[in-house]
């Protein structure tokens, strides 16, 4: 039982360029959620998953795009990286039918130059 | 909009002593309130969380208070350790059907020896 699985961890991206970030749970959780942190601030929900093929809308999504075709899987889609995506990302799943508790994966580390 | 803040960036505690952490919300129909600690370099971890009928809820060495009237939530650590050093996080589980976790800024405790 891994959790929640990020890739890559750490990641540099030129202006413009493009990158999926992966992330998977193991858990069968319905709930799935992508973050970002920048640094020395909270957390802003980029995109979330109530379940596979429904997605919606977050805090910050502008510049991201998410799909789940999985319960397992829910990748994050930067399509033309700028610098104010510079950010840690951390994914988050849980089951919110029986508790409350979101258990994240590590992060993925994103600069874009 | 849902907002969820804090009144203090950073807490400096001696170690052996009680540690008050607080956070102000906004969205007075959350039926959750949850707190995370993340150590650096890694994902929030759960620690404890309390429903929004409650005013109270005790775990290990942690207590988490509810205030509904000022919309203010607390985290009270017994005993503080060099282990509980980190950035501590209230967020709110948004309701109606869309199951939003909304993080506060965060605050840094600092346990000094």
């Known amino acids: 039982n891994a959790g929640v699985t990020q890739t890559p961890k750490f990641r540099i991206l030129k202006i413009g360029q493009s990158m999926t970030l992966q992330c998977a749970q193991d858990?069968?959780?319905?709930?799935m959620y992508w973050y970002r942190q920048d640094p020395g601030m909270g957390l802003k929900l980029i995109y979330y998953s109530v379940g596979a093929g429904i997605t919606d809308k977050g805090e910050v999504p502008n510049g991201y795009n998410v799909s789940r075709s999985t319960t397992e899987d829910f990748p994050l889609r930067l399509e033309l990286a700028a610098p104010s995506q510079t950010s840690v990302y951390f994914c988050?799943?849980?089951?919110?039918?029986?508790?409350?508790?979101?258990?994240f994966g590590q992060g993925t580390r994103l600069t874009v130059v | 909009g849902e907002s969820v803040g804090l009144h203090l960036p950073t807490l400096s505690v001696q170690e052996g002593d009680n540690s008050i952490i607080n956070c102000a919300y906004s969205?007075?129909?959350?039926?959750?309130f949850i707190w995370y600690k993340q150590e650096s370099g890694k994902g929030p971890q759960f620690i404890i969380d309390i429903r929004s009928n409650m005013d109270k809820r005790q775990g290990q060495r942690v207590t988490v208070l509810l205030n509904k009237t000022v919309k203010h939530l607390s985290l009270q650590i017994a005993a503080t350790q060099p282990g509980d050093s980190a950035v501590y996080f209230c967020?709110?589980?948004?309701?109606?059907?869309?199951?939003?976790?909304?993080f506060g800024t965060g605050t840094r405790l600092k346990v000094l020896a």
């Open positions: 988050a799943s849980s089951d919110l039918m029986y508790n409350t508790e979101a258990f």
């Open positions: 967020a709110e589980r948004a309701t109606s059907g869309t199951y939003k976790y909304i």
């Open positions: 969205n007075s129909a959350s039926d959750y």
């Open positions: 858990m069968n959780h319905n709930y």
